[in-house]
């Protein structure tokens, strides 16, 4: 019985992520253009988002240690509008940025360049 109840509520997803228009259909599937996680390996999401911003906010900043570009090249700076030493990312995913890339809990703004 709990076979047949996994495979219902599956295609009870399925339908409604197609209801959905295509950013909210993003949302929901985590397709978002970019992702950051407080954690290594993508562990504990901080945002998803489309949008760049000069401050990532209190609950966000220095916090960013994996990241996710779904889309586009975006660049990340460790301090608030867009100052600081940078790093630019295209689309694949890091698991640590901290291994070369930018400093670990370091990311304060970011901004889409292509
Ligand atoms: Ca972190
Ligand atoms: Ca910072």
New binding site residues.
């Given amino acids: 019985m709990s076979n047949i109840n996994n495979q219902t509520q599956d295609l009870y997803s399925i339908e409604l992520v197609q209801n959905l228009d295509h950013e909210d259909a993003a949302t929901v599937s985590g397709g978002a253009a970019l992702e950051l996680y407080?954690?290594s390996n993508f562990r504990n999401q901080l945002v998803q988002t489309n949008n760049g911003t000069g401050n990532v906010g209190d609950r966000v900043n220095d916090?960013?240690?994996s990241i996710v570009v779904n889309e586009g090249v975006w660049r990340f700076y460790t301090d608030s509008q867009f100052q600081g030493v940078s790093a630019d990312l295209g689309p694949g995913r890091y698991a640590n940025i901290g291994l070369g890339i930018i400093p670990?809990?370091s990311i304060t703004s970011f901004r889409r360049i292509g």
């Fill in positions: 407080d954690g916090r960013t240690t670990n809990d």
